[in-house]
């Protein structure tokens, strides 16, 4: 078992930004790699950001290309997402979810774990 939590999210003004983490528990954080979705109301989860095990492999969906940077600190168990420039589209609960299989990084089916989430609101 492995536990998340996220935290960092609130409110920011249209441009800003925000960094989010999320703090794992249990079994070997070393083993899972770890991605960022989210959920805005009515809509379905969708794909943010993704990062390997050791962290040296990334992956971003087009949305969020070039203003998120994902990254991990194995030595604290921890997973941290750096948002810039934010727009209020961004507006969503984010989550952060684990697996240790490399396959469709970009479906929340092929994740294990989850954390609660954190609400982002980004004002215009």
């Known amino acids: 078992q492995v536990q998340l939590v996220e935290s960092g999210g609130g409110l920011v003004q249209a441009g800003g930004s925000l960094s989010l983490s999320c703090a794992a528990s249990?079994?070997?954080?070393?083993?899972?790699?770890m991605a960022w979705f989210r959920q805005a109301p009515g809509k379905e989860r969708e794909f943010v950001a993704h990062i390997s095990k050791t962290g040296g492999s990334t992956y971003y969906a087009d949305s969020v290309k070039g203003r998120f940077t994902i990254s991990r600190d194995n030595a604290k168990n921890m997973v941290y997402l750096r948002m810039n420039s934010l727009k209020p589209e961004d507006t969503a609960v984010y989550y952060c979810?684990?697996?240790?299989?490399?396959?469709?990084?970009?479906?929340?089916?092929?994740?294990?774990?989850w954390g609660q989430g954190t609400q982002v609101t980004v004002s215009s």
């Open positions: 249990g079994r070997a954080f070393s083993n899972y790699h």
């Open positions: 979810g684990a697996h240790d299989s490399w396959n469709n990084v970009a479906l929340m089916t092929s994740y294990d774990y």
